[in-house]
């Protein structure tokens, strides 16, 4: 009678993760179903998980000039890549020193960084230190740098520091290991979940890069994809109220699939990430918990 009890308990138990794990996917098949999605037969029907009529016309749409989109992926993936390791290297460089106790200055140091968490100088002077004095103007390195010394980061992996047992600290200064030594071949080591988990967010935060690209970047060719993706959307929407097409010929609004390449865009740029989860997703999930328990 226990084990027919504990069976079921057991189905149900799968059976309710089965159906969370279905409403957790539902908007994102829905989202690709859309940019599958005969435009006009968004119009009539509206949304539909299965579409009516089957059509490739917003990624053809989107795809119009592949040299750019190339370029805007190829400018993405350098800005993601050279960030999250700069902002690796940074964030746990400092994040070691706060965590040691024998680091005399290191409450002064935390509350300093603390401050730049509720206080910032605002984007007028940091557009005139970027543009003026360091002379970043149209280069990507004025998207990298600026976030290399993340503050929730910083505390983030100095909580997880400080859970590393002293004595390991100690045994790896009395072998002789330097400051150095000891950070790179032991701490980082025993910290892969905090380091997936920081390096997740900066991913997330280098490839949703816009709001600065529009500041500092003017060359097309420099532009990341989120950018060319945004200035898709502003000549949907010019072509779209103006009712003619690029050469010129009169076109209908409805002609124009409109919401179909919006959620195409959204399939694009959110497919990537995507898959960098799914590979992370085990270190992501214990990360999360730094802190949470204490013994």
């Not at 968004?42 to 040299?67: N, V």
């Not at 990341?224 to 009169?250: C, F, H, R």
């Amino acid at each position: 009678m226990m084990m027919k009890k504990n069976t079921f308990h057991k189905w149900l138990v799968h059976m309710c993760l089965i159906l969370f794990c279905a409403m957790c996917l539902l908007p994102l098949v829905l989202t690709i179903s859309i940019s599958l999605t005969d435009g006009a037969v968004i119009q009539t029907y509206g949304y539909q998980l299965i579409p009516k009529k089957f059509s490739w016309e917003a990624y053809q749409f989107i795809w119009m000039d592949p040299s750019s989109l190339l370029a805007g992926y190829r400018n993405s993936l350098f800005i993601v890549v050279i960030g999250t390791i700069g902002n690796l290297l940074v964030t746990s460089m400092i994040a070691y020193a706060l965590a040691r106790r024998d680091f005399q200055l290191r409450n002064a140091i935390s509350f300093y960084i603390f401050v730049t968490m509720i206080f910032s100088g605002g984007i007028v002077p940091l557009y005139i230190l970027i543009v003026q004095y360091l002379e970043w103007k149209n280069s990507l390195i004025s998207l990298i740098i600026p976030a290399f010394a993340a503050p929730f980061q910083i505390f983030m992996l100095r909580v997880f520091f400080q859970e590393i047992p002293a004595p390991l600290i100690e045994s790896a200064k009395i072998d002789g290991a330097s400051d150095f030594r000891t950070y790179w071949s032991i701490v980082l080591p025993l910290s892969k979940p905090a380091l997936a988990t920081v390096a997740l967010m900066m991913t997330l935060h280098y490839w949703n890069e816009t709001f600065n690209a529009i500041l500092y970047i003017d060359k097309v060719a420099l532009y990341p994809i989120q950018l060319i993706l945004k200035n898709i959307t502003s000549y949907i929407e010019l072509v779209k109220g103006s009712g003619v097409d690029p050469m010129g010929n009169p076109i209908s609004a409805s002609d124009v699939p409109t919401d179909a390449i919006m959620y195409a865009m959204m399939v694009l740029t959110s497919l990537p990430v995507m898959f960098l989860f799914g590979f992370l997703q085990k270190y992501f999930v214990k990360g999360l918990t730094i802190g949470a328990v204490k013994g």
